[in-house]
T-cell receptor, first 109, second 114 residues
Framework: KNEVEQSPQNLTAQEGEFITINCSYS?????LHWLQQHPGGGIVSLFM???GKKKHGRLIATINIQEKHSSLHITASHPRDSAVYIC???????????FGQGTRLTINP | DGGITQSPKYLFRKEGQNVTLSCEQN?????MYWYRQDPGQGLRLIYY???????QKGDIAEGYSVSREKKESFPLTVTSAQKNPTAFYLC?????????????FGAGTRLSVL
């Protein structure tokens, strides 16, 4: 069974802190997606990666294929980063993505 | 602007009633998806369509139906057979159905039962 586990489920931090959200998956993948869900419900795709590391502004996503683990980092966090962050894996066998339950991030000023 | 439009934003269903959620995209994407989101759970796939006039069941298709008569439209009907329809529904599209493709999401429809 394909499973995606995220940790922590909830994270509260002060503005400026370095944030790490973790994602573990159970089977070999072809792609790992990170998404951001805003308080209103809309979802935006942040990254798709199958190896290594990607960076966009203050966001960095890494993946370790051998350990079946990915992390999303936010540097110099800001209250506008407050959202739910979701990882999803697409494995070689299935047609669809499997989503984690999300990590709710709150950045206090 | 290009994107995905879902309507309505809020919808209320009476007992025994079918309701239809609209999803329209002007991104010229071939693939479209419907997901259901419940509190504390990951998104679950209801139906997906890889191309016009074709669609497949996802993990939780029971009580739902879809059609794909036009490339830009993928409406979802929540039938009276769906006994627990209260949830947040998200529509998405991608250029193709490969897992390597980015999915673009609509703003969602929140469905409640009266």
């Amino acid at each position: 069974k394909n499973e995606v586990e995220q940790s922590p489920q909830n994270l509260t931090a002060q503005e400026g802190e370095f944030i790490t959200i973790n994602c573990s998956y159970s089977v070999g993948i072809s792609a790992l997606h990170w998404l951001q869900q805003h308080p209103g419900g809309g979802i935006v795709s942040l990254f798709m990666l199958s190896s290594g590391k990607k960076k966009h502004g203050r966001l960095i996503a890494t993946i370790n294929i051998q350990e079946k683990h990915s992390s999303l980092h936010i540097t110099a966090s800001h209250p506008r980063d407050s959202a739910v962050y979701i990882c999803a894996e697409g494995n070689q066998g299935a047609q669809k993505l499997v989503f984690g339950q999300g990590t709710r991030l709150t950045i206090n000023p | 602007d290009g994107g995905i439009t879902q309507s309505p934003k809020y919808l209320f269903r009476k007992e025994g009633q079918n309701v239809t959620l609209s999803c329209e995209q002007n991104l010229n994407h071939d693939a479209m998806y419907w997901y259901r989101q419940d509190p504390g759970q990951g998104l679950r796939l209801i139906y997906y369509s890889q191309i016009v006039n074709d669609f497949q069941k996802g993990d939780i298709a029971e009580g739902y139906s879809v059609s794909r008569e036009k490339k830009e439209s993928f409406p979802l009907t929540v039938t009276s057979a769906q006994k627990n329809p209260t949830a947040f529904y998200l529509c998405a599209s991608s250029i193709g159905s490969s897992k390597l493709n980015i999915q673009y999401f609509g703003a969602g429809t929140r469905l409640s039962v009266l």
